[in-house]
C-alpha cells in the first residue's frame, strides 16, 4: 500500500525563524511529489517536484525532492503569522488507473507566534 | 476561469438521511478526484472519475458511497444512509485529459456533519 509520512506532526516557532518539513514516501510507480498549504478552506498547491536534487524556489519557500532517500523537505525561512497552516505533501501516482492519484500525509500543522 | 466549485459548503444530515455532495470541474478539465479528510487528519484518496466512467475507486467505502461524473452536469458523491463517521471535509479536485503536469486545484469542499 502507498504510503507517505511526514514529520514533524507540529511545529511552533517564532516569527522569523526558519523551518524544515519532512516528508518520506513509498510509492509504486512514483511520478511526482507536490506540497500544498492548508488554512481553514482547500489545500493550496505549493510546489510539485518531479526531479531529484533540483530545487523549486518560490519567495521564502523553497522545496527538493531526493529520490535515491524517497523524501522531500520544504523549507521556509523568516517564518510569519500568515505561514501558519497545516503542511501537506503528497505522491503522485503514474500510469495505468492508479494516473494522477495523490497519496497524501498526514501534515505538519505549523503555528508560528508574533 | 471559477476554478473547482464545490457545493454546498456546509451540509448537515441526521443517521440515516442521504448526502448529496456536487462539485463543477474547472472549464476544460474532464477527470475528477474525490478525497476525504477526517479530523486531525491528511486527506484520503476515494476515486477518480472521467467523464461517464469510473477509473479507480479503490479508496471508496465498499457500502453506502457512490460517485458519478455525467456527460452533463457535475461529478456526484452520494452517500446513503449516513452514520457519525462520515462527518468529514469532502474535497473534489479536477484535471484536464492530458493529465495534469501541476498541482491539482482543489475545490473549498463540503463540510458534512451526521447528528
Known amino acids: 500500500e502507498d504510503k507517505v509520512v511526514q514529520s514533524p506532526l507540529s511545529l511552533v516557532v517564532h516569527e522569523g525563524d526558519t523551518v524544515t518539513l519532512n516528508c518520506s514516501y513509498e510509492?509504486?510507480?512514483?511520478?511526482?511529489l507536490l506540497w500544498y498549504k492548508q488554512e481553514k478552506k482547500a489545500p493550496t498547491f505549493l510546489f510539485m517536484l518531479t526531479s531529484s536534487g533540483i530545487e523549486k524556489k518560490s519567495g521564502r519557500l523553497s522545496s527538493i525532492l531526493d529520490k535515491k532517500e524517497l523524501s522531500s523537505i520544504l523549507n521556509i525561512t523568516a517564518t510569519q503569522t500568515g505561514d501558519s497552516a497545516i503542511y501537506l505533501c503528497a505522491a503522485r501516482n503514474a500510469g495505468g488507473t492508479s494516473y494522477g492519484k495523490l497519496t497524501f500525509g498526514q501534515g505538519t500543522i505549523l503555528t508560528v507566534h508574533p | 476561469n471559477a476554478g473547482v466549485m464545490q457545493n454546498p459548503r456546509h451540509l448537515v444530515r441526521r443517521r440515516g438521511q442521504e448526502a448529496r455532495l456536487r462539485c463543477s470541474p474547472m472549464?476544460?478539465?474532464?477527470?475528477v478526484y474525490w478525497y476525504r479528510q477526517l479530523p486531525e487528519e491528511g486527506l484520503k484518496f476515494m476515486v477518480y472519475?472521467?467523464?461517464?466512467?469510473?477509473?479507480?475507486e479503490s479508496g471508496m467505502p465498499k457500502e453506502r458511497f457512490s460517485a458519478e461524473f455525467p456527460k452533463e452536469g457535475p461529478s456526484i458523491l452520494r452517500i446513503q444512509q449516513v452514520v457519525r463517521g462520515d462527518s468529514a471535509a469532502y474535497f473534489c479536485?479536477?484535471?484536464?485529459?492530458?493529465?495534469?503536469?501541476?498541482?491539482?486545484?482543489f475545490g473549498s469542499g463540503t463540510r458534512l456533519t451526521v447528528v
Open positions: 510509492v509504486t510507480n512514483f511520478r511526482s
Open positions: 472519475l472521467q467523464k461517464e466512467n469510473i477509473i479507480d
Open positions: 479536485a479536477s484535471s484536464p485529459p492530458t493529465g495534469a503536469n501541476y498541482g491539482y486545484t
Open positions: 472549464k476544460g478539465h474532464s477527470h
